[in-house]
């Protein structure tokens, strides 16, 4: 019966019914020529000429108005016919033609789903690792469908381009994100703030390709600029994204599609009242509302880590085996937020509440990934060693025999017996900010640590046979020539020792929920300001800057960096094969 009905579908979707308006009113117009108009909107004659009707004129008399006798309304004469509706007679694109064939024959299928991970506009960026914004979005998402609570159809694996470069690799990105358009209702995107700009695009060519595609925006650029009117993005462009969730995203996500794989309208006060977490959402009617229930992290599945490329296993070549080659790496959170709040950072206390997961579930997760072959977790939490019960966590990571990796703060590692308690739970990398090594600098960017700090936590590390990561920050107004090269000279110290691994570069970027960018006026729906050498060996050096951060100033830095650990900075190592963008 069902394949009878199926067919029976497909056949009426080749005929199409249109009425066909003959000009003619439907019956006599009796009135006077003076009292009769024509209305185009709605196709009839209206009739002001007096009726004598006495039934009328006895009700006007007891309303004591005119209300049933005038005007009178005679609609136009249409006739109904019946036409063929052939795809192929339609012109457009073959690809246009086969999305069409699709949107015929939604009504006999469940609405599908595309998750989108927006793609970098920065071809030089070293850091791409798994896509754990989206990952831990949809995790609740994913598990209704495949245990059949939510009827959704989920459209192959998360697409995930390297990067997005307008007018080099555009329209290839755009044209490989239509091909899979093709049976997707739904397109739900996470992006960060420089991959806004791609991730409107792809939306505007899924609108173009199937205007009655439903949008979804989340991710940490909106999180942070969501409650900023002027940058907020559903607010700028309406006709772009549909719907837009910041905060704990993930339960309000899966509801939000549970009503729209039921309804034509969402009511966004029933997402919100079947969602917990902090969290908001907004349509592009100007709508908006929040949740504040607390989340549980236990209570959320784990990463659904088939749906992303597998090429991710290989992102982090510090972690060889003997033989030197690179190690299967997974990545996890143990805690969600930061404590701290240092006024550049987009992950600060205020804009990322604390919220932590239990020991139990940490080390579940673990034995997952060791089934699924995994050799090496790297934490990626702002601040791993913030976990309230550190200690007890390293001794129950002792136990999987597993390799680690974490985020982490020197301020947190001036104690070598914590120091030590890392490297006998399998701790091999830690990866700390230096930003500036000059104590000025980091009182003024609320860091909460010192140069004595950052000297005592490398020294432990060293002493105990880490490899370590380090991060450095130019650009403040507040900077000095002397504290840029204390913080070069102390560097290249620790990579000429063979302990500092990796050196990341950036530049002081303007996030508009920091203090720093407050009040800035940052836009990044659009491509970066600052194209080309020698921005791009800087992360974040393609974007908004103080004004005395100029090419000339960032040249100056490279030169000495280039010179004293070339090999250790991260944007002259390659994990992969490099990728062909043209």
Not at 23 to 45: F, K, L
Not at 214 to 229: M, Q
Not at 551 to 557: M, S, V, W
Request: net charge neutral; aromatic share 10%; with cysteine.
């Amino acid at each position: 019966m069902k394949n009878i009905l199926t067919l029976i579908l497909i056949m009426v979707s080749f005929f199409k019914v249109e009425f066909v308006y003959t000009g003619e009113p439907i019956r006599p117009i009796y009135g006077t020529p003076v009292a009769v108009r024509y209305d185009t909107e709605r196709r009839e004659w209206i009739d002001k000429t007096p009726g004598w009707d006495m039934v009328s004129v006895l009700a006007d008399l007891k309303a004591g108005a005119k209300k049933h006798s005038l005007p009178i309304r005679i609609p136009e004469k249409k006739e109904i016919k019946i036409k063929p509706n052939l795809f192929w007679q339609r012109g457009g694109t073959p690809q246009e033609i086969m999305v069409a064939m699709a949107v015929a024959l939604k009504s006999n299928r469940r609405e599908k789903v595309l998750f989108v991970n927006g793609p970098s506009q920065d071809p030089s960026d070293r850091f791409f690792g798994w896509p754990t914004p989206l990952l831990y979005a949809i995790s609740p998402t994913v598990e209704a469908v495949r245990n059949g609570s939510l009827k959704l159809d989920l459209v192959g694996k998360i697409f995930d381009p390297w990067c997005y470069i307008e007018g080099v690799n555009s329209e290839k990105i755009k044209r490989e994100f239509g091909e899979q358009l093709q049976d997707v209702d739904i397109v739900c995107a996470s992006a960060i703030y420089d991959a806004l700009y791609p991730t409107l695009q792809l939306f505007a060519e899924a609108k173009r390709l199937k205007p009655d595609i439903v949008t979804v925006l989340g991710g940490p650029h909106f999180d942070e600029i969501h409650n900023i009117s002027a940058l907020n993005d559903i607010r700028r462009s309406p006709h772009l994204v549909d719907y837009a969730i910041a905060g704990d995203g993930e339960i309000v996500l899966r509801e939000l599609l549970k009503e729209l794989s039921a309804k034509e309208q969402v009511d966004l006060r029933i997402v919100a009242g079947n969602s917990v977490g902090r969290a908001w959402i907004y349509n592009n009617q100007g709508q908006g509302v929040s949740v504040n229930r607390p989340l549980v992290l236990d209570d959320l599945p784990f990463m659904p880590i088939e749906l992303a490329a597998d090429h991710h296993r290989l992102d982090f070549d510090v972690f060889t085996d003997e033989q030197g080659k690179i190690l299967p790496t997974v990545q996890m959170v143990a805690a969600r937020g930061c404590p701290y709040s240092c006024s550049f950072c987009s992950e600060r206390k205020a804009l990322a509440y604390p919220n932590v997961r239990s020991i139990k579930n940490i080390i579940q997760e673990i034995e997952l990934r060791k089934q699924q072959g995994f050799k090496v977790v790297f934490f990626d939490d702002s601040t791993f060693g913030a976990y309230p019960k550190l200690r007890e966590l390293l001794r129950e990571l002792k136990n999987t025999g597993m390799k680690f990796g974490s985020l982490n703060r020197f301020n947190l590692l001036t104690k070598p017996e914590v120091v030590e308690m890392f490297r006998e739970a399998g701790f091999v990398y830690l990866y700390c900010a230096i930003e500036q090594y000059e104590d000025g600098a980091l009182k003024t960017m609320v860091k909460s640590q010192t140069t004595a700090h950052i000297a005592r936590g490398m020294s432990n590390l060293g002493d105990l046979g880490f490899m370590v990561g380090v991060s450095l920050l130019y650009g403040f107004p507040y900077g000095s020539e002397d504290s840029i090269r204390a913080t070069l000279d102390f560097t290249r110290e620790w990579v000429d020792k063979g302990v500092v691994k990796l050196v990341s570069e950036s530049v002081l970027s303007f996030h508009p929920g920091t203090p720093e960018g407050k009040d800035k006026n940052c836009f990044f729906d659009r491509t970066p300001p600052n194209y080309g050498h020698p921005w791009d060996r800087f992360e974040e050096g393609q974007w908004y800057h103080p004004s005395h951060v100029t090419p000339k100033y960032l040249e100056k830095i490279l030169t000495a960096s280039e010179e004293w650990f070339s090999h250790a900075l991260v944007r002259n190592r390659h994990s992969w094969v490099k990728r062909n963008i043209t």
